[in-house]
């Protein structure tokens, strides 16, 4: 059987382009749109200071000159986003600090001549006025700027912190994504290649029927049941290859391959199935009964001479199937020959389908060897 091996779909490359994650139209509008607000803020707080002093306010000009004293930093806070993103406050950032230091001490080296030099354009039309109004400048000038500043990376490094934070977040959950997905194929993969194992260990059981009625000159029986495991193998072959059956069709099955061993065991085999009318439409993994009576007569019929009878009984218990396989009596020992490859297969493909939601148990009750499934009615999600 050839089985593909699962593909594992690569994470997907994070876009690395500043550009397009930062500069945005989105980005560059609430730029400006806070410095605007800044202006205005600005300019109303000394518009009302000189209404309350009783001179006449100049707003429009108030308003242009701080909207020129904005620009450079409107220009600025792009190379602080971009900054932030490069050298990363955040797990180890205390490794930048002295790039931040840098940082402040060239852009108050820029700013702030440049701040006097528009000064001395919008207020004398020139730079006539620039040497004045540069060592006008207050000290408190520099290091309100340099608090600006600092602030400015804060909002920077809270927005890089919190982007980061949501790439965590996608990346996580499309790993558990692709997590599930591949346990999803890993678990495909495991029933396929149980579905397989099943296959010829049917096979070789139904064979050894076969040999034991050629060996006991039984050959007009031996044929007939070449053409009952034909049957039998149609249906395997074909249900191997689907996820569910329902029970109607999985009872029917399990009637003829009782058929087919009372071919060979005769009148040592009797059969009692008591199946529940509600739970003919029930579904279930293929191929589950099989090794059920297959271990109820090798535990019983194989090894007793005398009559025996092997039931199946179905019945619905609130959210549950319950099947139950009996034979007569068995003696305490367990000597017969066979392979176990049935009910330990048939557990493992349970386990993949079911995971921990059913319960297959076996034991002794009054000298009666029973084996129970209990499966869940509701197809699992």
Not at 123 to 130: A, E, H, K, M, P
Request: glycine share 8%; net charge neutral.
């Amino acid at each position: 059987m050839g089985l593909s091996s699962p593909k594992v779909s690569g994470m997907p490359a994070p876009d690395r382009s500043f550009a397009r994650r930062i500069l945005t139209p989105r980005f560059w509008c609430f730029n400006g749109a806070a410095w605007i607000l800044l202006a205005l803020a600005n300019t109303g707080a000394i518009g009302a200071d000189m209404m309350r002093s009783g001179r006449p306010g100049a707003w429009s000009q108030t308003l242009v000159q701080y909207l020129v004293f904005y620009g450079p930093w409107f220009v600025i806070t792009p190379i602080v986003f971009w900054w932030v993103e490069r050298y990363p406050l955040a797990g180890d950032g205390w490794r930048h600090v002295w790039r931040y230091v840098l940082f402040v001490v060239v852009w108050l080296g820029v700013y702030l001549p440049t701040e006097a030099a528009l000064y001395s354009l919008v207020t004398q039309g020139s730079l006539s006025f620039f040497a004045q109004a540069f060592r006008g400048i207050p000290l408190n000038a520099w290091v309100l700027d340099s608090v600006f500043l600092l602030t400015l990376f804060g909002v920077a490094s809270a927005r890089d912190m919190t982007a980061a934070a949501r790439r965590r977040e996608r990346q996580a959950a499309h790993l558990a994504v692709e997590n599930a997905e591949l346990s999803a194929r890993l678990s495909g993969v495991r029933l396929q290649i149980l579905r397989a194992q099943l296959e010829p260990h049917f096979l070789f059981n139904a064979l050894n029927s076969i040999t034991a009625l050629i060996r006991s000159a039984e050959p007009e029986t031996a044929v007939k049941s070449v053409g009952l495991l034909s049957e039998l193998l149609r249906y395997a072959t074909r249900a191997a290859s689907r996820d569910w059956v329902t029970l109607e069709d999985e009872v029917g099955f399990a009637e003829a391959y009782l058929g087919f061993q009372q071919l060979r065991y005769g009148d040592r085999l009797g059969c009692k199935l008591e199946i529940d009318e509600a739970a003919s439409a029930a579904e279930i993994p293929p191929l589950i009964l099989q090794p059920l009576l297959e271990n109820a007569i090798r535990h019983g019929v194989e090894r007793i001479e005398a009559p025996s009878r092997v039931g199946l009984t179905v019945t619905c218990r609130d959210a549950e199937l319950v099947l139950a396989v009996n034979n007569r009596p068995t003696p305490e020992s367990d000597e017969s020959p066979g392979l176990g490859i049935g009910l330990a297969n048939l557990r493992e493909r349970l386990e993949v389908v079911y995971g921990s939601a059913f319960d297959l148990s076996s034991n002794s009750v009054a000298g009666s060897y029973q084996a129970t499934l209990v499966l869940p009615r509701e197809l699992p999600a």
